[in-house]
């Protein structure tokens, strides 16, 4: 009989114990938030010549650029950015699309932008254009043609549905090479972007806090 019991007791201990280890929620990883300065976006042409070169990509969950064919979210030329998701534009150089990442512009502050709304639609590139749209005043910047400097447009904050699913907020800080709070457009190298983000590593997890 005491052998019976200590069976059983056992038997219930060990289910318990696995039910115990079934029922444990693994703890999510902590939001990433960092600034990326100098990325350099080269291109070739421009000024009414035709644009070429290849675009910087860029792969949130390594938090760094990327050469990889398959494995980037966004890319950077000139004052292009891309998506890795949809289909080509017909731009000259353009990186393959080998995903269904998605990008859209949300008005609001970076740190007002908390989550990712179920009424963010997500756009991507195609026939018609750039997910995040080209020229002054139309997506992320605009240029003033008297002082020749570009300046990100205040208050746009680009949200991004990664190539894994994931989500990312970007907003743009400056331009120039080194951020420079004075820009003297002869002496400042431009397309070298600076930017802070912030990336949810979780899988299904829509908020940045």
Not at 21 to 43: F, G, K, R, Y
Not at 57 to 67: A, H, I
Not at 113 to 124: A, Y
Not at 167 to 189: N, Q, V
Request: proline share 5%.
């Amino acid at each position: 009989m005491k052998t019976l019991k200590l069976t059983t007791f056992i038997l219930m201990s060990l289910f318990m114990l696995s039910c115990s280890d079934d029922d444990e929620v693994m703890p999510l990883a902590e939001v990433e938030s960092t600034t990326i300065s100098n990325l350099h976006a080269p291109q070739e042409g421009g000024q009414g010549q035709p644009v070429s070169g290849t675009f910087t990509k860029f792969d949130f969950e390594t938090g760094q650029e990327t050469n990889s064919d398959t494995d980037w979210d966004i890319a950077f030329r000139g004052t292009t950015i891309a998506v890795n998701g949809g289909t080509e534009t017909g731009t000259t150089d353009e990186p393959l699309r080998t995903s269904d990442a998605g990008v859209t512009i949300v008005n609001g502050t970076f740190e007002d932008i908390t989550e990712v709304t179920e009424d963010i639609e997500f756009d991507q590139d195609g026939q018609d254009g750039f997910a995040i749209p080209t020229g002054s005043g139309n997506g992320w910047y605009n240029y003033d043609f008297a002082t020749n400097i570009l300046s990100p447009i205040p208050g746009k904050i680009i949200v991004v549905k990664t190539s894994d699913g994931k989500y990312a907020k970007i907003e743009i800080l400056s331009y120039y090479e080194d951020a420079p709070s004075d820009i003297d457009p002869f002496e400042d190298a431009p397309r070298y972007y600076t930017f802070r983000y912030a990336y949810n590593p979780n899988d299904g997890q829509t908020t940045f806090n």
